[in-house]
Nanobody, 127 residues
Framework: QVQLVESGGGSVQAGGSLKLSCAAS????????MAWFRQAPGKERELVAM????????TYSESVKGRFTISRNKDREGLNLQMNSLKPEDTGTYYC????????????????????WGQGTQVTVSS
């Protein structure tokens, strides 16, 4: 299973921007679905954005659509999340996740669908 390490979290004021990165231990461009989840204190982990193998499609939660952009690293071994116009409700721990392609139908919104996870990076947005 691929190993994932996130970086780029921090503290920012509302309206600001942050870019998260996720480094993968193996090539993932055409072989893995990759996603960003977040979890706020006392809440369930929720999907923020997901990208299909070979960049064929991306999915975003309604709460971040138009503000966040998911993309693959240039070396095709990882993932980015550009976050603009940040809001206090975007605060939480952000996790990178991956699921190998070719293992049948899966629910992209369900965290249990993903077999590999990073350790998480904290994002704090103040008002």
């Amino acid at each position: 299973q691929v190993q994932l390490v996130e970086s780029g979290g921090g503290s920012v004021q509302a309206g600001g921007s942050l870019k998260l990165s996720c480094a993968a231990s193996a090539p993932t461009y055409s072989t893995y679905f990759m996603a960003w989840f977040r979890q706020a204190p006392g809440k369930e982990r929720e999907l923020v954005a997901m990208i299909y193998p070979s960049n064929t499609l991306a999915t975003y939660s309604e709460s971040v659509k138009g503000r966040f952009t998911i993309s693959r690293n240039k070396d095709r071994e990882g993932l980015n999340l550009q976050m603009n116009s940040l809001k206090p409700e975007d605060t939480g721990t952000y996790y990178c996740a991956a699921r190998r392609y070719g293992r049948g139908f899966f629910d992209e919104w369900n965290p249990t669908s993903y077999g590999a996870w990073g350790q998480g990076t904290q994002v704090t947005v103040s008002s």
